[in-house]
């Protein structure tokens, strides 16, 4: 069955379906015919076309010629990935090589019974061992009848082995098993089993394993711990072990405390920072000394030298600093948060007076007075005192800070006499308990609020508003 290139070889026939195509018919001019050209059992690059349909159907498939004008058609590596079926037209049937598919091809084989033949794939899986495999075949072990003799027998039941040398007592034997191994069980005095030279089992006169052994590292509590895994694991009784353990939070006054507990519940002693440190970025609890440029602390300490407090409530992620100026006669405080990884400080807040400062020689900002023990700030005081030393003069509400658009309450006892001189320029709309009383631009326009009373300067700022508390 050879495999041939007839080049010249075509026939104009009736193609129908995938099956085989019947020959014979006159050649195409110039050609010859597949009679003329191939034997029957050849094998050719068969090529179909057929151009009465658009676009043309084409197949290029594996021929064979199978009998006198009959060629068939099956799949070759590189052709059509499947046969085509066609439709009863006349098609263009000829011989040529198909691109990549004239490789070597598949060939069906009969069972070697020669040293030339070809081999097929079921007889080398059958008869021969796969070299990467290692392919062994298994044997079975036992002593004869007679003499002591010792037999390997394969498992499948065909010809034992060879043995080529037995000795006395089992101490010794040599066979062939593709390779030559020596096996020596110790008798006497000997305690080990030992293979071309390599001990593989230790017997039981070997009780005290004066032997050494390779082991791998225990996985169970019943396992032998071999060196490496010890030297990684545990710590040398004569260390001292300094080893770090994992231990759990403390729940009882007898546990140890880890780390993480210990930051979190406990304040540091005294640490000195950095001069380079931010401290928006320190949450850990304990006593830290600030010098020259700590980051972020209250402009108003000088130099930067003091004492910082850190304080956290270890569970919700709240967090805050107290700082004790060195030289100072105030504490600043302040509190912050943690959300997602990221912290969020308030204001640094004036939290106290020293002791030092008795006489009250730093200003203090405080709220209004609500009860009678309460300190009076100097806004609450211009807005419903009149000073006292002045016998009731005007106060400037433009100067007190006063606002145009505003409502403002007289929630004193006593009536305001507010004067209001225009600026000559814009007008200004005076308004007294919602109602416009006046609209100046110049001049001079007064408005009296009684106790419970407003009053509204509504468009312009004029050029004076002054209050007189009677």
């Known amino acids: 069955m050879p495999y041939v290139e007839h080049f010249r070889v075509e026939e104009s026939l009736v193609v129908t379906g995938t099956g085989a195509i019947t020959t014979g018919a006159t050649p195409v001019a110039g050609s010859q015919t597949f009679a003329d050209a191939a034997a029957i ?10 151009s009465t349909v658009s676009p043309p159907t084409i197949e290029a498939s594996l021929g064979t010629y ?5 060629v068939s058609r099956t799949l070759v590596l590189g052709g059509s990935p499947a046969l085509v079926t066609f439709l009863g037209n006349a098609c263009s049937v000829f011989i040529a090589r198909i691109p990549g598919g004239n490789a ?10 020669a040293g030339t033949e070809v081999v097929t ?6 008869d021969f061992a796969a070299l990467a495999g290692l392919n062994i075949q298994d044997f079975s072990l036992f002593t004869g009848y007679i003499n002591n003799d010792l037999h390997l027998n394969r498992n499948d039941g065909t010809a034992p082995a060879v043995v080529i040398g037995y000795s006395p007592n089992f101490r010794l034997i040599s066979t062939i098993l593709g390779v030559k191994y020596t096996i020596t069980v110790g008798v006497d005095t000997s305690s080990k089993l030992t293979t071309n030279g390599n001990v593989v089992a230790v017997d039981a006169l070997d009780n005290n394993f004066t032997v ?25 009784l004569a260390g001292l072990s300094t080893q770090p353990f994992e231990v759990a939070a403390a729940t009882l006054g007898t546990h140890s405390v880890n780390l993480g507990q210990a930051d979190g519940r406990y304040t540091n002693k005294f ?16 006593f830290y000394g600030l010098a020259g440029t700590t980051v972020n602390l209250p402009a108003e300490i000088p130099g930067g030298w ?44 004036n939290a106290a007076v020293s002791q030092y400062d008795n006489a009250f020689l730093v200003p ?20 419903a005192f009149a000073p006292i030393t002045q016998n009731n003069a005007p106060v400037d509400r433009i100067a007190a800070g006063d606002l145009i658009g505003t409502v403002y309450t007289n929630s004193t006892a006593r009536t305001w006499v507010d004067t209001v001189i225009g600026n000559t320029l814009t007008i200004t709309d005076i308004d007294v308990n919602g109602t416009t009383i006046a609209s100046i631009t110049t001049g001079v326009a007064t408005a009296i609020i009684p106790p419970g009373g407003t009053i509204e300067l509504v468009n312009n700022i004029p050029n004076s508003w002054m209050r007189q508390i009677l």
Do not use: C, K
Request: no cysteine.
């Open 364 to 383: 203090q900002t405080v709220p209004n007075a609500t009860g009678s023990g309460h300190a009076v700030n100097l806004g609450q005081a211009q807005a």
């Open 271 to 286: 640490i000195q920072l950095l001069s380079t440190q931010d401290i928006d970025l320190l949450i850990t609890p304990g």
């Open 66 to 70: 199978t009998a006198a004008n009959t």
């Open 212 to 236: 050494p052994q390779t082991l791998p590292a225990a996985t169970a509590a019943s396992h032998a711990v071999n060196l490496a895994q010890v030297q990684a694991d545990f710590a040398a």
């Open 306 to 349: 003091a004492q910082l407090i850190v304080g956290s409530s270890g569970t919700n992620g709240t967090f805050s600093q107290i700082i004790i100026p060195h030289g100072g006669q105030v504490l600043w405080s302040r509190g912050g948060s943690e959300a997602a990884g990221v912290i969020t400080w308030g204001t640094w807040v």
């Open 121 to 126: 794939l079921a007889q080398v899986q059958a």
């Open 41 to 50: 059992g050849d094998t050719f690059p068969l090529w179909i076309v057929d």
């Open 104 to 113: 070597a091809q598949v060939f069906n084989a009969a069972q070697a019974t």
